[in-house]
């Protein structure tokens, strides 16, 4: 059974880090491509980075670019989104999910979803 479980959301002043996490079961992270959506109230919910373990390919969102960083750890089957100089629009719940297909921020082609983290950015 695939099973995607986020964790490491809470609550951080603007200008600081968090480091979420996406812990995969049920299948092995290398065949797939994990990618990290967000959602804020009354908003759509948005592709902020996917990675390719296999190929180390990356993309990132030009809203997160140069601030966020997506990693796999592949011993632990997780994948991890390190968020830095956060700002108060970062503010969402953040979802990571799972694709056979190509690394993409469009939600539609990703099969497996996990439950989700919220993130606040706050003073």
């Known amino acids: 059974q695939v099973q995607l479980v986020e964790s490491g959301g809470g609550l951080v002043q603007p200008g600081g880090s968090l480091r979420v996490s996406c812990a995969a079961s049920?299948?092995?992270?290398?065949?797939?491509?994990i990618g990290w959506f967000r959602q804020a109230p009354g908003k759509e919910r948005e592709g902020v980075s996917c990675i390719n373990s296999r190929s180390g390919f990356t993309t990132y969102a030009d809203s997160v670019k140069g601030r966020f960083t997506i990693s796999r750890e592949s011993g632990k089957n997780t994948v991890y989104l390190q968020m830095n100089s956060l700002k108060p629009e970062d503010t969402a719940v953040y979802y990571c999910?799972?694709?056979?297909?190509?690394?993409?921020?469009?939600?539609?082609?990703?099969?497996?979803w996990g439950q989700g983290t919220q993130v606040t950015v706050s003073s």
């Open positions: 049920g299948f092995t992270s290398d065949y797939y491509r």
């Open positions: 999910a799972a694709t056979r297909t190509a690394c993409s921020l469009q939600f539609g082609v990703y099969n497996y």
